[in-house]
């Protein structure tokens, strides 16, 4: 049943299997979730991952554990050092934009606020400790170029396991990774780099260390700053599936290195999203930024509904067209829902033991590995039965209270109402309450003398077989 602590299964990338979540210290939970590279928007296939981490806080939040959210910005990096050279501008002046840009799109796609968005320029002292660590203990290499790279012999050395969310072939590691001429000093092609050295490209990009000037790679950002903001074990790391390797992996190499403590208990991966049916691209034309989707007069609210209809770990094909039905379904949710509003009015109280089966059946959906398709059928079911008892009169008010409510709760983890009770102030639905409640007692005066009061405020009410409406005249 609901919270507290239902058991909720996810699959976890580390055991390849679905398992039952029990967080290190209830009800506590660390969830960490690779953050944006702030040198462009984000893109549709990004925006998948993190409505994606959102369902999982949320759901998190709705099974009673308090969740500490993490979501770095990634603001150094190969891209955006070249962006910030090409564009003239310091490194700050260039990824502020973009991620204030991120930031707004987050919240126009209903995204709670991560609780800490840690940048990694505000973290290099963490970061440069954590190498010094490394090198300390025996993993990490200052090679001839002047870069500091990981050891993955040494690691394994140790009894470590380098390997741990994918089978790994080392004849073929990193086939798609272009070795810089800067990496040939490095001792096997498996190692990675941990601060890359000064090179003049850099341009005012780098930092004072005690390995030289340069900067940090990015795997290693996101171990310290996920070490130091939840500590060396935490419950749950999230990332879209094309960082399992090697950004993942090194993270755990890194993080375990340097702690001798096992670094992350559940992994969790999102699978790709496809745009028309093809790999987004933008030669193909199928490449979107959220903010060119609203160009097109699609809400955020409707893109959050589209990419949350799929499983996390399906590979997903987003559409215009499915856009269009996003729009259609959301509407007969609102509908549902502001007639059961304007049934139940303010004052109403649910009744005490009221059992609303779309409460059980959601949270049995989604605390099966969050089993999205399971829980909109529960959704979709509860509006078809509950615009059927609106429409033969078979809901009192309180009824209506104890349907939302439930409706409420729900939507505390898929975030798709539409926010009407700003629309409506409270005094107009209490009106309309009132109303509805004198036309029951078959009090016909008093109901129009109510219409008439919402009238002079600048509101009409309309009756329907299938409940009120109020508009705005
Ligand atoms: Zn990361």
Not at 144 to 154: E, H, L, M, Q
Not at 332 to 350: N, Y
Not at 436 to 451: C, G, L, P, V, Y
């Amino acid at each position: 049943m609901f919270g507290p602590f239902m058991g909720l299964k996810l699959y976890n990338t580390l055991s390849r299997s679905i398992q039952e979540f029990t967080p290190l210290t209830p009800p506590h939970v660390g969830m960490y979730c690779c953050g944006p590279t702030v040198y462009d928007f984000a893109h549709i296939g990004n925006w998948r991952t993190f409505v994606f981490a959102d369902l999982v806080r949320r759901t998190l939040e709705f099974s009673g554990y308090a969740v500490r959210h993490v979501m770095n910005i990634t603001d150094i990096e190969d891209k955006i050092i070249r962006r910030v050279r090409e564009s003239g501008t310091t490194l700050r002046e260039f990824t502020g934009p973009f991620e204030t840009a991120f930031l707004e799109d987050l919240k126009s796609l209903g995204c709670r606020e991560p609780h800490v968005q840690p940048r990694a320029t505000d973290y290099l002292a963490e970061i440069i400790a954590l190498i010094q660590k490394l090198m300390d203990r025996g993993l990490a290499y200052r090679a001839a170029d002047g870069s500091v790279y990981f050891s993955i012999a040494k690691y394994q050395g140790c009894g470590c396991h380098y390997g741990q969310l994918l089978k790994l072939n080392f004849e073929e590691m990193r086939p798609g990774e272009r070795v810089a001429a800067d990496e040939y000093a490095k001792e096997s092609v498996a190692d990675f780099a941990l601060w890359k050295a000064r090179v003049p490209e850099d341009g005012a990009v780098f930092w004072q260390s005690p390995f030289g000037e340069g900067r940090p790679g990015w795997h290693i950002e996101c171990s310290a700053m996920s070490l130091k903001v939840l500590g060396e074990s935490f419950d749950l790391h999230l990332g879209g599936e094309d960082l399992k390797f090697p950004h993942h992996e090194d993270e755990i190499a890194q993080s375990e290195g340097a702690t001798g403590k096992p670094f992350v208990k559940y992994w969790l991966h999102g699978a790709h999203l496809l745009v028309e049916g093809r790999k987004m691209s933008k030669s193909l034309g199928n490449f979107f930024t959220l903010r060119d989707l609203m160009a097109r007069g699609f809400t955020g609210r409707e893109v959050r509904y589209l990419l949350l209809t799929a499983h996390y770990r399906e590979t997903f094909n987003f559409t215009l067209d499915g856009l269009a039905g996003a729009k259609t379904a959301l509407a007969r949710i609102d509908e549902c829902v502001s007639k059961l509003r304007a049934l139940s009015g303010p004052s109403a109280t649910a009744p005490a033991g009221s059992d609303i089966p779309l409460l059980a059946n959601f949270t049995a959906a989604i605390s099966d590995d969050l089993n999205i398709s399971a829980a909109w059928g529960a959704v979709f079911e509860w509006v078809r039965e509950t615009n059927k008892k609106l429409a033969d009169n078979a809901l009192s008010p309180a009824e209506a209270a104890a349907h939302l409510a439930a409706w409420t709760k729900i939507d505390g983890v898929l975030g798709v109402s539409l926010k009407t009770e700003a629309e409506i102030p409270e005094s107009i639905l209490a009106l309309a309450g009132a109303r509805t409640e004198a036309k029951k007692a078959r009090d016909f005066k008093r109901s129009d003398e109510i219409r008439n009061e919402l009238k002079a405020l600048g509101w009409m009410i309309e009756d329907s077989p299938s409940g009120i409406k109020l508009k705005k005249i």
